[in-house]
């Protein structure tokens, strides 16, 4: 939810923390804010309302400088935006503290602490925080116990930087629930929510796990796990750039994830299949043993990721001929599953750091004990450690808050999970075969789209000034209407609804109206005949009808109220992946038109890391 940022080093740390915040924001954008401990041993702090462009132009009029500092990028959860509420939140002048996660029990907390004399400036969870670590410090002396101390109080999660000046060159971190990495410098160290924050002074990352603290200075690092026994953890290399966080000349993030799409399914396939197979080795060591006893599916994801999982199922139960159930994990999390020992938990998220959904599988885990594989987007998440399998979709740094080739790619990895399963139930060589060359296909068919994006715009033009609308599909397409909505939802504030076209008639058409507009997506899958009937049943009054359909449909009976744009002809199975495009397009196209912020919608935060 919101992004943070930490340094200690012998250099000022001032610029470092900004960009940082820049590279973050994606993370959260209601209010921005630095801490640096200046020579004088004193803490220096700027916050401010908006974007970190607000906060960078109050620091080119009254710089700061110091050697050790924290920052943060906010996505408001308790109290609204506003300076008092933005990070980091200091008590005493002694302390400072940055918060990503949510401290369940600060109420209590806050009486206690008002109570023993300390005062509050904000509406947040997390000053709560920063007075019981001081507290702790006054106590015992230390900073790194004081944290040690303190987190034992709260209830939730959290990933924190701490920087006292009675220690001011000094930090600690720790992370429950909350992700958290360790930049490692020359003479110097980091910390963020994610590696991207951090590639221009790093490449080298430890990723902290569960329960860690880290007691941090410019030439010393010291891990502590959840017991308080020091610990190893790896030094990875990542394999991010700064020119992959970058726009590359697109108006959007959104724009350039959306275009990256053919190279990122190619990417996805590369080195997982050899003569139309899929390598059980695409899934991790032991994957083959695993799925050799696989009958049933689980999925389990949030939002977009759920649609791709509602996609899977109808591949699993048509190709495979498996059992599959999706759950939304934020539900899922507080029901008593009913699980066989031949069922496998398969959690779908971009970031790995989705709450809901890391929750979900540590509950199966702990009381259950299933086999789980996570279909993700980042190596090093926690959702990708704490899964017995992995299957990494190779999309590339994804920044637009509105997922695009995430998706796509997911999508792609469900398909290799379903063929492996298939292969082991029966399904034809041939079969497979077909398929993964259609896959390849893939690339060039969505090339023909992005070709005709400027078709696409003039669409979403006559949308600007609609405040609703319908979006319609049929079998596999129905998840793909749903994520359609979704992104229209996202980033133009449209309200949207997507509905099974055959359930138009149980009480959404209620709705149709020539102010109405109706979405539809079709492909030639059998049931074509089936959703012209449901269109003509909006057309009969008075609605208006877009159509992404398949070039190989006969559509000219609909009228003059129908219009119909063609997609290249694709096979049924794939047309999920395929029909993902334009309604990607729509959406971008449509908040352009009306102005809004494409890549930092409003109330919305990239990775979900909270509750």
Not at 183 to 200: T, Y
Request: net charge negative.
């Amino acid at each position: 939810m919101c992004g943070i940022v930490g340094a200690v080093a012998d250099r000022n740390v001032t610029p470092i923390l900004l960009e940082g915040l820049r590279r973050l924001e994606y993370r959260g954008y209601d209010s921005a804010g630095i801490a640096v401990i200046d020579g004088n041993a004193c803490l220096d702090r700027v916050r401010r309302v908006g974007k970190v462009q607000s906060l960078t132009e109050s620091l080119q009029q009254s710089p700061i400088r110091g050697l050790t500092g924290v920052a943060h990028t906010r996505w408001a959860t308790h109290g609204e935006p506003s300076e008092s509420n933005a990070h980091p939140h200091i008590c005493d002048e002694s302390v400072a503290v940055v918060h990503n996660g949510i401290i369940e029990n600060h109420s209590d907390l806050r009486e206690r602490q008002l109570a023993e004399g300390f005062r509050f400036t904000s509406d947040t969870d997390t000053e709560v925080a920063v007075h019981q670590i001081e507290h702790y410090l006054r106590e015992k002396g230390d900073l790194l116990e004081a944290v040690r101390h303190a987190v034992t109080d709260f209830e939730g999660a959290y990933a924190l930087g701490v920087v006292s000046v009675r220690d001011p060159h000094r930090m600690i971190a720790a992370r429950s629930g909350s992700p958290l990495v360790i930049g490692v410098g020359l003479g110097e160290h980091f910390i963020a929510s994610d590696a991207s924050a951090l590639l221009p002074v790093t490449r080298s990352f430890i990723y902290l796990e569960e329960g860690d603290f880290a007691d941090i200075r410019p030439d010393s690092l010291l891990i502590y796990d959840k017991q308080g026994n020091i610990v190893e953890r790896p030094a990875r290399e990542t394999q991010l750039s700064s020119e992959s966080t970058s726009k590359g000349g697109y108006r959007h993030y959104m724009l350039k994830e959306i275009y990256e799409q053919p190279s990122s399914l190619i990417e996805v396939l590369e080195g997982r299949v050899h003569e139309g197979k899929i390598l059980d080795s695409t899934f991790g060591p032991g994957a083959g043993e695993i799925l050799d006893s696989i009958k049933q599916v689980q999925i389990i994801a949030c939002g977009t990721s759920y649609h791709a999982g509602m996609v899977a199922r109808y591949w699993l139960e048509e190709l495979a001929g498996i059992s599959c159930c999706v759950e939304v994990a934020s539900e899922y999390r507080y029901r008593k599953p009913v699980l066989s020992s031949e069922t496998l938990v398969v959690t779908i998220s971009q970031s790995g750091e989705t709450a809901d959904t890391l929750a979900a599988l540590r509950g199966i885990k702990e009381h259950i004990g299933r086999s789980s594989l996570a279909i993700c987007n980042v190596p090093e998440s926690s959702l990708v450690r704490e899964s017995e399998l992995k299957l990494m979709t190779r999309a590339g740094p994804e920044i637009g808050v509105a997922s695009t080739k995430a998706f796509t790619t997911q999508l792609i990895a469900l398909l290799m999970l379903v063929i492996a399963l298939g292969s082991r139930r029966g399904l034809p060589a041939e079969k497979v075969h077909a398929i993964m060359h259609h896959v390849v296909e893939l690339p060039g068919l969505m090339e023909k789209i992005l070709a005709s994006a400027g078709s696409i715009s003039n669409w979403a033009d006559a949308f600007t000034d609609r405040g609703n609308a319908i979006f319609l599909g049929r079998g596999l397409l129905y998840p793909i209407a749903l994520e359609g909505a979704l992104k229209l939802k996202e980033i133009s504030y449209i309200h949207a609804d997507a509905y099974p076209a055959g359930e138009l008639k149980h009480g959404p058409i209620a709705l149709i109206d020539p102010d109405m507009p109706t979405l539809a997506i079709a492909c030639k899958d059998g049931q074509e005949g089936k959703i012209k009937s449901n269109l003509r049943e909006v057309l009969a009054r008075g609605g208006e009808v877009y159509m992404f359909a398949d070039e190989r449909l006969e559509l000219a009976d609909l009228g003059e109220h129908c219009h119909v744009m063609r997609l290249p002809a694709v096979e049924a199975e794939l047309a999920p992946v395929l029909f993902a495009l334009p309604l990607q397009l729509f959406a971008y196209y449509v908040a352009v038109h009306k102005g809004t912020d494409v890549d930092q919608p409003r109330n919305l935060a990239k990775s979900v890391t909270v509750e």
